[in-house]
């Protein structure tokens, strides 16, 4: 294949050709990155084996040469220094305790968002917004606030830039705007490793609130730290937007999102969620996950072989560099029943719960370990955003604006919102 340039490009590109791949050459072939050859694995059970491997990429990717391959997790080579992050992962980022700290902090956080939308008037459903660019400041304050205790202001910044004329004034804190901005603007376009490569306990080990945080800090400097912001803020506001963009095509999906809403936390579009409630939105995760899975994450990712496996009968050295089509594991009509069809409530009963099928999180002893943290803010957001307000896309027959680099990122996405009045009366 040649002109693989295509892969970098566009999502739903890779998505089409992912499938086309698929149709001709089977659930399983092989493609030479260079002079690497890749095994492309499509089918759930094909992967069981090879996603218990913990090392995701073969040596031959040069990452000694960049400096990357004995840092942090997504890339680090040297196994036991994983296994030892992991582990510290599984004490901190992983239990309900993060949970719980996230959920007030998005809460506060998202008074503020709306106080700035009301300034700047675009609470009547006349007024468009670029939602993206609003909902990544809002997860980046959430996470710095969450590791650091500290504030960055970066809607307020952002609603500045926006409306010069009638600026509000910005708290004292140490992060210049242009900072903040240049690290949260510059990040969606950089070479996606780099927001995990370089992710690193080191933040998780100090205690929140006694940390010194510098311009140098978000400048690079100290990228080990700040990339745990950038993960999630990028994570989140991903599936986010996607959720954005399918809800007004669904109604019937927004109107049994309202019903939960209304049944666990109640009519009061201010009242508190609390992380109790959260975990009672049994639909509003079922809507995420699927959103997981039409749009998924990391549509393609990478396990090694460590020893010598048999694959639906080819026999495969150790160090074989294999590629995992999430995407097409997604979309799989022998896992899924109308595989194209956004269908939430499939989650709610047992298809899609065999091994494998669903990778949002990836899987095996290198599975994501910020699934719950992550999972826990897009259900306080889904909560926060749709109990009070509807929101319009401005081009409802637009193809997604999402562009493909490791991640699969939505880059624009116009909409408007407004505030709804009588929710009681409507239940
Ligand atoms: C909805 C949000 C998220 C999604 C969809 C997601 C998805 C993923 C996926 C697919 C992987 C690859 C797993 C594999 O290879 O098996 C991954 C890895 C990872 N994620 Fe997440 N993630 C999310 C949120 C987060 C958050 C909030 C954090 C941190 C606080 C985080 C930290 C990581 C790290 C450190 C890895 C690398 C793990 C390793 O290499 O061992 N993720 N994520």
Redesign the pocket.
């Known amino acids: 294949m040649v002109g693989n340039l295509n892969f970098t490009l566009d999502t739903f590109i890779l998505r089409k050709l992912a499938q086309e791949l698929r149709k001709k050459y089977g659930d399983i072939y092989e493609i030479y990155l260079g002079s690497t050859r890749t095994i492309w694995l499509n089918r759930a059970d094909m992967v069981d084996e090879i ?1 218990l491997s ?1 090392n ?1 990429l073969a040596e031959n990717f040069n990452l000694d040469e960049i400096g990357v391959s004995d840092k942090g ?2 890339l ?1 080579r040297n196994l036991d220094d ?1 296994m030892y ?2 582990k510290i ?1 599984d004490k901190t ?1 992983l239990t309900s305790q993060f949970g719980k700290n996230i959920t007030p902090i998005t809460q506060s956080l998202f008074k503020e968002l709306e106080s700035l939308w009301k300034n700047y008037g675009c609470l009547e459903g006349d007024k468009e917004i670029d939602i993206l660019l609003w909902m990544e400041r809002l997860g980046f304050e959430c ?1 710095l606030k969450l590791f650091t205790n500290f504030r960055a202001y970066a809607l307020i910044n952002y609603y500045n830039f926006l409306n010069p004329k009638q600026k509000v004034i910005v708290p004292e804190n140490p992060l210049s705007p242009i900072v903040t901005e240049g690290f949260i603007k510059n990040l969606p376009n950089f070479f996606f490793i780099i927001h ?1 490569f370089f ?1 690193s306990v080191k933040c998780l080990l100090r205690a929140p609130g006694k940390r010194k945080i510098t311009n140098n800090y978000l400048r690079g400097k100290d990228w080990l730290d700040s990339n ?1 912001m950038n ?2 803020k990028l ?2 506001s991903q ?1 986010e937007n996607y959720s954005i963009d399918e809800l007004p095509h669904h109604p019937e999906v927004l109107q049994q999102i309202r019903e939960e809403l209304t049944n666990v936390i109640g009519t009061k579009e201010d009242s508190e969620i609390t992380f109790e409630d959260l975990n009672k939105l049994k639909y509003c995760k079922a809507v ?1 996950t699927e959103v ?1 899975r039409l749009h998924t ?2 549509p393609i ?3 090694v072989s460590l020893k010598s496996v048999v694959i639906d009968n080819y026999k495969f050295p150790a160090n074989q560099q294999f590629i995992i089509n ?1 995407a097409a594991i997604h979309l799989d009509p022998k896992n899924w029943n109308n595989p194209e069809e956004f269908d939430p409530s499939r989650f709610l009963s047992s298809d899609g719960d065999s091994k494998n099928t669903l ?13 719950n ?3 826990t ?2 259900k306080i957001l889904m909560a926060l955003i749709y109990r009070k307000y509807d929101i319009e896309l401005v081009d409802p027959t637009a193809q997604i604006k999402s562009k493909y680099s490791f991640i699969n990122q939505c880059y624009e996405m116009k909409v408007k919102i407004k505030q709804r009045r009588n929710i009681e009366k409507e239940f």
């Open positions: 996603m913990n995701r997790v997504l680090n994983v992050h992991r992962f980022i996470m995990h992710f745990i993960l999630i994570r989140k599936i995420i997981g994450f990391i990712n990478g396990r999430a990778m949002m999180f990836g899987g095996g002893p290198r599975t994501c370990p910020g699934r943290l992550g999972m803010q897009l």
